[in-house]
C-alpha cells in the first residue's frame, strides 16, 4: 500500500538548517506529486512546496522561497525538503503528501496520501 514516511525533524537555532525526507513506498514516484505542508501550534496547515517527479517542476510558496527547495532522488524513491535559513515562525509539524497527476498542488484537500508528520522547532 502506499506509505510516506518523513524524517530529519528536530531542534536547530534561527539561521540554521535541515533537510527533511520523504521516504515512499507503494507507487511509482515518476507519477505522483509530493507536496510538503507544515501545521504550527493553533494554525491551519499550510503548503510550503511541492515537486511534480515527472519533471522535477518544483514552487515553493512566498513564505519559504529563496530558503526552502524541495528535490528527489527517484531510485531512492525519496523527496527531501530542503530548509535554510530557518526563522522560529518555521516551526510546525512538517509532513509530506502524495497524489499523481502532473504540476503542483497547493492545497491539504488535493492530496490522497500522507505522512505522519515530523517536529521542526526553530529556536535558540
Known amino acids: 500500500q502506499v506509505q510516506l514516511v518523513e524524517s530529519g525533524g528536530g531542534l536547530v537555532q534561527p539561521g540554521g538548517s535541515l533537510r527533511l525526507s520523504c521516504a515512499v513506498s507503494?507507487?511509482?514516484?515518476?507519477?505522483?506529486?509530493i507536496g510538503w505542508f507544515r501545521q504550527a501550534p493553533g494554525k491551519e496547515r499550510e503548503g510550503v512546496s511541492c515537486?511534480?517527479?515527472?519533471?522535477?517542476?518544483?514552487h515553493s510558496e512566498d513564505s519559504v522561497k529563496g530558503r526552502f527547495t524541495s528535490s528527489r532522488d527517484p531510485t531512492k524513491k525519496m523527496v527531501y525538503l530542503q530548509m535554510d535559513n530557518l526563522k522560529p515562525e518555521d516551526t510546525g509539524v512538517y509532513s509530506c503528501a502524495a497524489r499523481s497527476g502532473r504540476g503542483c498542488y497547493r492545497h491539504p484537500y488535493e492530496y490522497d496520501y500522507w505522512g505522519q508528520g515530523i517536529q521542526v522547532i526553530v529556536s535558540s
Open positions: 507503494g507507487f511509482t514516484l515518476d507519477s505522483y506529486v
Open positions: 515537486i511534480n517527479n515527472s519533471d522535477g517542476f518544483t
